[in-house]
């Protein structure tokens, strides 16, 4: 034990003197939630459109107020003609363009039917179909307030609500993504580049040559890690709460616990890689490449699993992050259990152990 | 509890690195494995410090086999590689305390052992090993090696890139690690070195040359060895080369060492030879063989 002890207290040394290691430790994880919660955003807001009013009466001048009203949108100019539609989206500082046809009153009260064109900006699609669902149920309830006190013959109305994240924050989905990220990049990619360190400076030549055994060299390396990554864990926990005030529905101790079996897997993980490779280059390479995109391609962190195709869902089900956005989520957002997320746990539990049991098998007690 | 290595052999996919050696290095002894740059030496090292399979052969360090015993021999031998490989972001005392530790000992415990070679750097405790010059990195190793106390001290080209001085130091330190009971493993490629060991094997291309105590080995030079002098060296190689009775020529320092294929040799026929081929303050006198003499001579066949 005193043995174990004296090797971890070597990794510490070598964490805390490592002073870009340390950056990347702590100022990773800080940086990117704050950038994921700030500049990087789904949200519509303030959105500059443009205004093609052919009719000029009062339902087309009420349907632009009500549109310009709404926080979401702001009329930036107002068009003339239809050729000046496309000269305008040129230009680049419109999203949108409303266009009202002529007589648009008037065919509304005599046929019923009244059309507005809405264009949209679609070089960034999500932006593009979220503007135009904005727009359109904005005139919906504009249509709603007109239509109130005619009888109709039926009228289907649906409610909608928004649960666990009523106004669509996205920084409640980037929070346990972003979390997932770090807990998992750090962990992985610390550990394999400190094992694959102590083979490229040729220590690990008189580590083999002493008493230390494989599973004591692997634990050593692994044991301040979990430390450190816990620390990281609690920094963003702590940030989502205060700066982006993210209600935390759910057992404290329990996203604590998990993030911890969330941060052993990612060490495995991490020390798999050491076991196949003999520079930090290329640990860090795979750890970056292999690690970084399938967790935020596959694990539903920004693209939701569900609207993938078929094969790529199967894929997914092998990211260590997907199971455990899913527990982060769970607890964070919906409040739920250890009951209701046994089967993600579970999992992450297996994952872990056949790592560990793989690297054990495959770390080498010699030189080759 | 020494060495003994029985026909070992070893591959590196297809090139041979160690060719069917066989040596015993007795209890206590200062070995020395003597060899230019890829001869093996280091090869030969790892598979006796348990860090690679030999693919023929056996062998026995401390008395344990080095393939089914191999945890009881990492227990108790001191393995000091070429490469300096110990931690560049700890300071000396921190290294030497790391080594103590993992061991299962401590400082203090084997503080005797150590004193003579870590006196001199214990000054500079504080100090991070990355930025020691050549000289206390090794020894620095050599404590490192040392703290728990090994029953059989491995050195693989302990002294090379090391000041001349400190060279000698390093040497008298083995020499009186010698007296502490401790059977010592060295290769060098220097060959005043190997005067310095109480039995050397010379090897090259993965194969033993011969095996013997220094002074004995000297001996076995069939041939009287001339120190020859000239002002233009390339000159003289060259001239000497040509000459029809040369059995071996090479540079030795400012000298040339030469032998003649006759038994009667007559050093002023070769100054007249010489001079003749326009070279300046020609010089020839016999002079005592060294190790280096033997080995140029053993590896000629």
């Known amino acids: 034990m005193k043995r174990f002890l004296g090797f971890v207290r070597k990794e510490f040394y070598h964490i805390f003197r490592d002073k870009r290691s340390l950056f990347i430790l702590f100022g990773m994880p800080v940086a990117q939630i704050l950038l994921f919660g700030f500049a990087i955003t789904n949200e519509i807001n303030n959105v500059d459109i443009a205004v093609l009013n052919q009719s000029k009466d009062v339902n087309t001048q009420e349907i632009t107020q009500k549109i310009d009203a709404s926080k979401y949108f702001t009329i930036k100019r107002f068009l003339t003609s239809e050729k000046e539609i496309e000269e305008a989206f040129k230009k680049g500082d419109i999203k949108a363009v409303i266009n009202f046809e002529k007589d648009f009153s008037e065919h509304l009260i005599k046929e019923g039917q009244g059309s507005i064109q809405i264009l949209t900006d679609a070089t960034d699609p999500n932006t593009a179909s979220a503007i135009t669902n904005y727009i359109s149920s904005i005139i919906q309830s504009y249509q709603q307030q007109q239509n109130q006190g005619v009888q109709m013959d039926y009228q289907i109305h649906p409610e909608v609500r928004m649960v666990y994240n009523p106004e669509l924050k996205s920084v409640f ?36 040559v002493s008493p230390l055994s494989s599973f004591q060299v692997i634990v050593g390396k692994v044991v301040p890690y979990i430390f450190l990554s816990m620390i990281n864990a609690a920094i963003i926990i702590f940030l989502g709460i205060t700066v982006f005030k993210m209600p935390i529905a759910g057992n404290l101790i329990l996203l604590g616990l998990e993030s911890v079996l969330f941060i052993i897997t990612s060490l495995a993980l991490g020390i798999l890689i050491s076991t196949m490779v003999k520079t930090q280059q290329t640990a860090m390479m795979i750890s970056l490449m292999g690690l970084m995109l399938p967790v935020i391609l596959l694990s539903g962190f920004i693209f939701p699993i569900s609207s993938m195709p078929p094969p790529l869902q199967v894929i997914s089900n092998i990211v260590p992050a997907k199971w455990f956005i899913t527990i982060a989520k769970g607890i964070m957002l919906k409040g739920v259990g250890l009951g209701y997320l046994l089967k993600e746990t ?23 | 509890m020494g060495i003994l290595v029985e026909n070992i052999s070893k591959s590196y996919k297809n090139v041979a690195a160690v060719k069917d050696i066989s040596f015993e290095v007795k209890p206590g002894e200062l070995y020395g494995l003597i060899g230019p740059d890829g001869a093996g030496k280091t090869t030969l090292f790892r598979i006796l410090t348990t860090l690679l399979v030999a693919d023929k052969g056996q062998a026995k360090v401390a008395g344990y086999d080095v393939v089914q015993d191999y945890k009881n021999i990492r227990h108790s031998v001191g393995y000091m590689p070429g490469r300096f490989s110990l931690y560049q972001d700890l300071t000396i005392e921190e290294n030497l305390n790391f080594f103590a530790t993992i061991f299962g000992t401590s400082i203090e415990e084997n503080y005797d052992l150590i004193k003579d070679v870590y006196e001199q750097i214990e000054p500079f405790k504080n100090r991070r090993a990355g930025k020691l010059s050549g000289g ?21 080209e302990p002294t090379t890139g090391v000041d001349p001085v400190s060279r000698k130091e390093f040497w008298e330190m083995l020499k ?18 190997a005067a310095l060991c109480d039995r050397i094997a010379l090897i090259q291309e993965g194969k033993i040359l011969e095996i013997d105590s220094p002074e004995a080995i000297v001996k076995k030079i069939p041939k009287k060895i001339y120190d020859i002098y000239a002002s233009n060296m390339y000159g003289l190689l060259t001239a ?38 326009n070279l300046q303050d020609v010089s020839i006198s016999l002079t005592e063989p060294d190790i280096e003499d033997v080995f140029m001579e053993l590896s000629r066949k």
């Not at chain 1, 579970?346 to 080759?368: C, D, H, N, P, Q």
């Not at chain 2, 100054?271 to 003749?276: D, F, R, S, V």
């Open chain 1, 346 to 368: 579970l999992i992450l539990i297996g994952m872990t152990v056949f790592f560990i049991a793989l690297s054990i098998k495959k770390y080498k007690i010699r030189l080759e």
């Open chain 2, 176 to 193: 009186r690690l010698q007296q502490k009971d401790i059977t010592i493993l060295v290769s060098t490629p220097y060959m005043d070195e």
């Open chain 2, 240 to 277: 000497l080369k040509d000459f029809e009775h040369a059995h071996s020529v090479f540079p030795f320092g400012e000298f040339v060492h030469y032998t003649d294929k006759r038994e009667g040799f007559d050093s002023n026929e070769l100054k007249i030879y010489l001079e003749n081929k």
């Open chain 2, 136 to 156: 206390m990195k090794q020894k620095l190793a050599l404590s490192c090696a040392l703290i728990h106390k090994p029953k059989v001290l491995f050195l693989d």
């Open chain 1, 173 to 208: 989905m980037f929070v346990p993504g972003v979390m997932t990220i770090i807990l998992m990049l750090v962990s992985a990619m610390m550990t394999s580049i400190s094992i694959t360190r102590e083979k490229e400076l040729g220590t690990m030549e008189i580590l083999l």
